[in-house]
């Protein structure tokens, strides 16, 4: 067992919850009286016809409490949400797309990364383990043309699903950085290919799981937010064929289109990917 195991779902909750509140988005929208009142009387409408229809006891209203209270204490709002609900949000919010569609941000994003040129290599340990992956392609917009010197920040777990950041001893930046594409948009970078993982499973969500006789587990992915001045932002999540979980992840954030396609590296160390991006230009 390695000393990454050691970490718990309160703590990780908890540094996700704090890197929530440092993140500014609980200022970024100013409530709108009509439509707090729709969403919430929605809401709470969906959970008494809960209530009503499922016919649910005082024992079973108690174990709720209990269990809210929980997820404040361990600091999983942030991962409840962003594994149960953030793929729908994620989905109305880039319907309109032409270009990528994108995935879910998840819990675990870190604005900062240190920044390089590409071709670069992210930051990890001498000794990393794993299996060295190039992750190369292009970003264009959607009339096909480059997009120079666009920005790809990437961040994955590491060989035994643990995020730098979120666990211990792993260095403060292992495997996350932002690294700039050249002039013609492409960007190559050299990283390590991560492994599937469970969420935590020691805190309010685990208990929910296991109630629920449901499994924790995500499958391999890489995150990425990809930009460029004038386009929107592109946040993703790209996943590796044949694992396991591609087909019941936890999360529900699997499309076709963010299956990527591995091949063995031309340098004969690892393996290789090319997956390019296309961004939509901003609303004017």
Known sequence: MTTETTASAAASGNAATDRFRQSGKTGAIAADVERVNL?????????????????????EFNALKAWLIKVGDDGEWPLFL???????????????????????????????????????????????????LLFQGQVRSTDSSALKNAKIELWHADEEGFYSQFAPNIPE????????????????????????????????????????????????HLHLKVSA??????????????????????????????LLDIQPAESGNGKQVTYDFVLDPEAK
């Open 82 to 132: 962003d594994v149960w609900l953030e793929h729908s949000v994620e989905d109305v919010a880039t319907s309109h797309r032409e270009g990528n569609k994108g995935s879910i941000e998840g819990p675990y994003y870190v604005p900062g990364s240190p920044s390089q040129d590409s071709p670069a290599k992210i930051s990890m340990r001498d000794d990393e383990k794993g299996t060295p």
């Open 173 to 220: 930046w292992n495997l996350r950085g932002t690294f700039i594409a050249d002039a013609e948009g492409k960007f190559q970078i050299d990283t390590m290919q991560p492994a599937p993982y469970q969420i935590p499973t020691d805190g309010a969500c685990g208990q929910l799981i296991a109630a629920a006789g449901w499994h924790a587990w995500r499958p391999a």
């Open 229 to 258: 001045p004038g386009h929107e932002l592109l946040t993703a999540q790209l996943y590796f064929p044949g694992d396991a979980h591609n087909d019941d992840d936890i999360a529900t954030a699997v499309k076709p289109e963010l």
């Open 39 to 59: 969403l919430a009387s929605k809401l709470i409408k969906a959970a008494n016809d809960i209530v009503l229809e499922e016919r649910v006891s005082y024992d």
